[in-house]
C-alpha cells in the first residue's frame, strides 16, 4: 500500500507557502475557494496514486473537519 | 512605526545624558568649513558601531547625533550570534554578553499546546551564543563607553544635520547646534539616523514596500519569574483569543511581551494602562508586575532602492526595516556597519578603488532583500491579509499537530542569520569541498588550542590577525608564502594553533594544505586545495575591488 509523505518535502517550505499565498493575493472568496478546487485536481493527478489520495483525505478530515466540528461543540 | 507610547518609568536614561560641547569646527566660516574622512550621522548601535569599526582601522570619524541622550524605550532587544562576533571585535562582545540573557530555544504554542520547539544553536564550539536578549539602551551605553575609549572618535551631541550637498570628491552637511549653525565637509558621510533618516530625504530617495495594516502592542514589564529564558510564541492563546502573543525575557527582571490587536484598535485607548494591564493579568495569571514601557506599533517591510547616493551610503534602519518577527531590524543594520567599514577604510587608504563600495551596495541590498523576505513571510502568517489567507495558515497550524512538512510551515518569526553574498569580490570555487563555508559566506567559529595548551577560538585568533585579509590554513609543512600585509592563521600539526577537537577540520573541510582567504569583515573571499601565492594574490585583488 502507498504510504502518504507527510515528512517536509520541500528545501524551503516558507516559499511553497508563499507561493500559494500570493497566487490567492487580490482575488474574491469565492475565485480563491475555485481556485484551491482546481489545484486539489491538478495536484492529486500529477501524484497519481488513489491511495495516497485516500489518506490525505483522511488526514486533512481528521485535522480539519474534525478539528471544526469539535469546536463548534464546545 | 510607532503610533502611540507611553514611558512609565525613567529606566536607564538618568545615567546615559551627555552634554553638548561647542567644537573648534564650529568656529569656521562656511566658506572655510573644517573636512573630515568620515562623518557617521546617528548614534545609535549602527552608527555607534560603524564609527568604532572605522577608528579602529585608523580613520578618524565625526558622530554627530541630534539628542543629547540614549534614547529609553521598548526597541531592540535580540542581539544574534553574528552581531555579537561583531562586537567581540570592536571590544564590546563579552561586556554585552555579560549583561545579556543568553538563549537559543525557541517554543511555538498553538492554544495552550506546545506544537514544537526549535534550538538555534545545537553544537558546541562556539565563541559566541545563538542570541542575546539586551535592551537598547545598555547596548548603546557600552558602545558609548568604547567610544570614548577610542582616540578617533569625535562624538557631537545635538548636532542635527539639516543640510546637505553633494560635491564631486566630497559632501557638505549643514548642521544646527545650540550654538546656532555651522558646516562640515566630508569625503564620505554615513547615515545611521534610522527609520525616519532625514538624510533619506536629503538625496530625494523614496522608501519602496510594505506597510502592514495589523496593530501589536509591545509592552516591558518588570515581574520576578521562574519561566525559562527561552522564546514564546503563541498562536490563539487562551489568555488572548484570535490573535497572537511572544513572552521574552530581558535583564533585569524585565520581560518582553507583544501582543497583536488587529487593524481596528484604537492606538490611543489600548496604550492606556488600564486598558493594557488587564490583557497582561489574564497572560500572566497575576498581576505582580510593574510597567517599564508600553507601546502600539505598525510595521513596515520596505527599502531605498540603492544604499549609496554619491557621497552618502545608508547603513540600518534608514536604508532599509523590517517587522520585528526575527530580529532583523539592529542586527541587520550591524551587518551593513561591518560590511562598510574595512571598505571605507581601503578606500580612503588609497588600497582600493571608490568602486570598492559599491559592492556595499550589491551585498547589503541583497541582504535586505532576503531580510524583508523572511520578515515579510513571517508576518504574513501572523496577520493574514484575507479570509482564504486565514483558512491557509489555521490549515497549515492544524495540520502540524501531526504532519512534520505542515510544522515546517508554522511561521512565528524566522530568526536573524548572516546573509550570504552572490557578490563580485567572491572568486569561484575551483576546487571541490563537501563542506566549509563557501565563498560569500561568513567564518564559522570553531574551538582551537595555542602550542601553550591554552584554548582559543578561531573567531579569536581572527581578532588578533591583523584586521586585513587573512588566510586561514590548514598547515602541511612550511606553510604558503603571504604578501606582507596579509594576515596568516596556521592549524593543524606543526603550526601555532591545533585543532584538538577536529571541529575545524569537519566545520572548513581542511585538509593539509587548503586555505581560506578571509575579507576584513570574516567573510570568505576565497579558498583553495592547494594555493599559489599568485593565487591567493589575485583572489585579494578581486575582493579589494580590483578584479
Redesign the interface.
Known sequence: MAVL??????QD??A???L??EA??G?S?AS??DL?AALVLILANHIGDIEVLREAIA??Q???VA?AQQQQQQ | MVLSNMVLSNMASSKTQFGYRRHQDQDRANVASARHPVVVVGAGPVGLSLSIDLAQRGVPVVLLDDADRIGEGSRAICFSKRALEVWDRLGVGSRMVDKGVVWKVGKIFLGAELLYQFDLLPEPGHRMPAFINLQQYYAEAYLVDRVQELPGIDLRWRNKVSGLTQHNDHAELAIDTPDGPYRLRADYVVACDGARSALRGMVGAEFEGEVFEDQFLIADVKMTAEFPTERWFWFDPPFHSGQSALLHRQPDDVWRIDLQLGPDADPAVERLPEKVRPRIERMLGHGDFAFEWISIYKFQCRRMARFLHGRVAFAGDSAHQVSPFGARGANSGLEDGENLAWKLAMVLRGAAPAALLESYNIERGSAADDNIRASTRSTDFIAPHSQQERRLRQAVLALAKEAEFAKRMVNGGRLSVPSVYDTPLSSPDGDAWAAGPRPGAPMLDAPLVRASGEPIYLTEAFKSAGGGFVVLESANGSGVDLPRQIGHIRVGAGAPLKDAARLFARRYDATPGSAYLLRPDGYVAARFRNPTPAAIEWAVARASGRG
Open positions: 509523505s507527510t515528512s517536509s518535502n520541500f517550505p516558507d511553497a507557502y508563499r500559494i499565498v490567492h493575493r482575488v472568496d480563491s475557494a484551491d488526514l486533512a481528521r485535522r480539519i478539528a
